[in-house]
C-alpha cells in the first residue's frame, strides 16, 4: 500500500516530527563543508566527472605549457576523447564507488590516449600503463593466451588498487601519482633525501626526472581543458551518461571473430572492449566473460542460443612434449610453417622448448574445452636455434679432448664422439680434430686455411671480451 492509499484517519494520526533539543544557528564554515544533492543529474559524462573534482589544483608553468601543447592539438584531443567514450563510463563509477577524485577517470590520456593496445618502450602495456611485474603483484594475468593489463576491467581495477594504496603511503594525491609513474621507492627516497637536507618534502619540492616532472601538470592541464573547454578552443564530444558496455557470461571457448559475428559487432569495436586477448581465440575457463556494447548483449545471447554451425571455437592448446624446430610442430599438428609462426608470433631462428603452450587447429574429434590450468597459465618458452657447422681443426702440443672442448665451449663426450676417441684421449701435435661449432662461434674463433679446408687452433686460443651491454632508455620503475 503507497502512502496516497492510507486512510485519511491515519494519515492525521501520523506523529510529526520535531527536532529535539535547543536550536542553534548553522554557521558559514559548517554550510561549505558539507556535500549538497544537486537536483539536476549531470547532463553528459563530462559534467559529472567535473563535479567529482577533488584533487587541489596545481597552478605551475608546467601546467601552462601542457595546457598550451594540448590546446594546439585540437584533433589529437579529439580522438584520445572520441576513444575514451567507451571506457569512461565504467571508470567514472569505480572511482565514485571507491569515493576517489574523480579527475583520476582523466589519467589514461596522459597514460594511454585511451588506447588499451598501447605498449611503451619499457614494456609498460594497456590503458592503465602497468609493467610486466606490477601487473603480477596486482593479480593481471599474463600468459600466452591473454594480458590482463589490457582488460578493461581487470586494468581498472588494478590501477585504482594501486592509486589508493600510494595515497595511503604518501598522503598526498599529487605524490601518489608521482610514485605511479616513477615508482614509489624512488618517491620514497626522494622524500628520505630532502627530509635530510632540511628541505620541503611534498611533490613541488622533490627533484625528479623530467618525465614525472610533467606528469601531474599533464593531468592538471587536461583536468582544465575538460573543465572549461571552450576557453582551449577545444571540443569535447557528447558522453552520455549512460553505460558503453555490460558484460556477459561466455560458457564455452569461442573464436574471437565468432563471438563478434553473434554480437552483431564490427570486429575492431570488439577487440577494442576485448583487448587482452593474444590469440584469436577466446578460453572460456580463463575469461569466462566478455564485454560488448550495451544493446549488442542481448543479441549476443539471442544469437548465442540460436547457434547451429558447428563448433565454436576452431583454434586450441597443444602442449610441447620436447624441444623441438617450428617446422618439426609446424607438422605435428597439420600447420604450415609460416601460419604456426604467424598465429604464435614466433620469430625466425627459434626453437619451441619443452612444455610449452602453442596454439593449434582443433580437430573435428577434439571438442573438449582447453582447462583453467592451461587457460591461466600457459606460456610460450624459446631458445635461440642453434646452427653448426662442421670444423676440422689441428690440435696444439698437449691437446686433449677435455682441453679442445674447454676452448669451445663443449661438451667432452660429443668432441670423443665426433673423432671416435675416449673422453681421456689425448691429441698429437697438429693431429685433425672434428668439431660441430655454431656458426658465429666457429667464425670468432677459428680462422679458415682455405687450401688444405683445415683450421689451425691455437693452444691459446685469445678469449674475446664480452661486449657490453646497449645503454636502454630510462623505464617506468613501476
Not at 484517519?9 to 554550510?31: C, F, H, K, N, R
Not at 567529482?52 to 601543447?69: F, K
Not at 590450468?373 to 624459446?382: F, I, T
Amino acid at each position: 500500500m503507497t502512502y496516497d492509499e492510507k486512510p485519511r484517519s491515519a494519515q492525521a494520526q501520523a506523529p510529526a516530527a520535531y527536532p529535539s533539543g535547543p536550536l542553534s544557528p548553522v554557521t558559514t564554515e559548517e554550510v561549505r563543508s558539507r556535500s549538497v544533492t544537486t537536483s539536476q543529474p549531470p547532463a553528459d559524462l563530462w559534467e559529472r566527472i567535473r563535479r567529482g573534482y577533488a584533487m587541489p589544483n596545481l597552478e605551475t608553468d608546467l601546467v601552462r605549457q601542457q595546457e598550451q601543447w594540448y590546446a594546439s592539438r585540437p584533433d589529437y584531443i579529439q580522438r584520445m576523447a572520441d576513444r575514451s567514450r567507451k571506457y569512461l563510463f565504467h571508470i567514472v563509477e569505480e572511482l565514485e564507488r571507491r569515493q576517489m577524485p574523480a579527475e583520476l577517470a582523466l589519467l589514461p590520456f596522459i597514460e594511454s590516449a585511451f588506447n588499451p593496445q598501447a605498449v611503451s618502450s619499457a614494456r609498460a602495456a594497456g590503458m592503465w600503463q602497468f609493467m610486466p611485474a606490477t601487473g603480477k603483484d596486482f593479480d593481471l594475468k599474463q600468459n600466452h593466451f591473454r594480458d590482463d593489463r589490457r582488460d578493461v576491467l581487470q586494468s581498472t581495477r588494478a590501477a585504482m588498487d594501486y592509486l589508493q594504496r600510494l595515497y595511503g603511503m604518501f598522503g598526498d594525491w599529487h605524490l601518489a601519482l608521482a610514485a605511479y609513474n616513477w615508482g614509489e621507492g624512488n618517491v620514497k627516497r626522494a622524500i628520505d633525501r630532502n627530509q635530510k637536507a632540511g628541505l620541503g618534502t611534498g611533490y613541488l619540492d622533490l627533484n625528479m626526472p623530467n618525465e614525472t616532472r610533467n606528469y601531474v601538470p599533464k593531468l592538471q592541464a587536461v583536468k582544465n581543458i575538460v573543465n572549461t573547454p571552450e576557453l582551449f578552443r577545444a571540443e569535447l564530444p557528447v558522453i552520455d551518461n549512460h553505460p558503453y558496455f555490460q558484460t556477459v557470461k561466455l560458457a564455452r571457448d569461442m573464436d574471437v571473430v565468432t563471438a563478434a559475428r553473434l554480437a552483431d559487432v564490427n570486429l575492431d569495436d570488439f577487440k577494442a572492449l576485448n583487448p587482452q586477448h593474444n590469440r584469436p581465440v577466446i578460453l572460456a575457463a580463463g575469461t569466462p566473460e566478455i564485454l560488448l556494447p550495451w544493446d549488442n548483449a542481448a543479441v549476443f545471447k539471442r544469437n548465442f542460443d540460436a547457434y547451429s554451425e558447428g563448433k565454436l571455437a576452431s583454434w586450441t592448446a597443444w602442449s610441447v612434449p620436447a624441444n623441438m624446430s617450428v617446422a618439426d610442430a609446424a607438422r605435428r599438428v597439420g600447420m604450415t610453417e609460416n601460419d604456426l609462426r604467424a598465429v604464435n608470433t614466433i620469430p625466425p631462428r627459434m626453437i619451441i622448448k619443452s612444455g610449452s603452450v602453442l596454439i593449434v587447429p582443433r580437430s573435428g574429434s577434439a571438442q573438449q574445452d582447453v582447462t583453467s590450468q592451461v587457460a591461466d597459465n600457459a606460456q610460450l618458452s624459446l631458445a635461440p636455434e642453434i646452427v653448426t657447422r662442421r670444423t676440422v681443426i689441428k690440435a696444439g702440443k698437449r691437446d686433449t679432448v677435455g682441453s679442445i672442448a674447454h676452448r669451445y665451449k663443449l661438451a667432452p663426450a660429443q668432441v670423443a664422439e665426433w673423432n671416435g676417441l675416449s673422453a681421456q684421449a689425448h691429441f698429437k701435435p697438429g693431429q685433425q680434430v672434428v668439431l660441430h661449432l655454431p656458426v658465429r662461434a666457429a667464425t670468432r674463433q677459428a680462422v679458415r686455411v682455405p687450401q688444405k679446408g683445415v683450421v689451425r687452433a691455437s693452444a691459446k686460443a685469445p678469449v674475446r671480451k664480452a661486449a657490453a651491454p646497449a645503454k636502454k632508455a630510462p623505464a617506468k620503475k613501476r
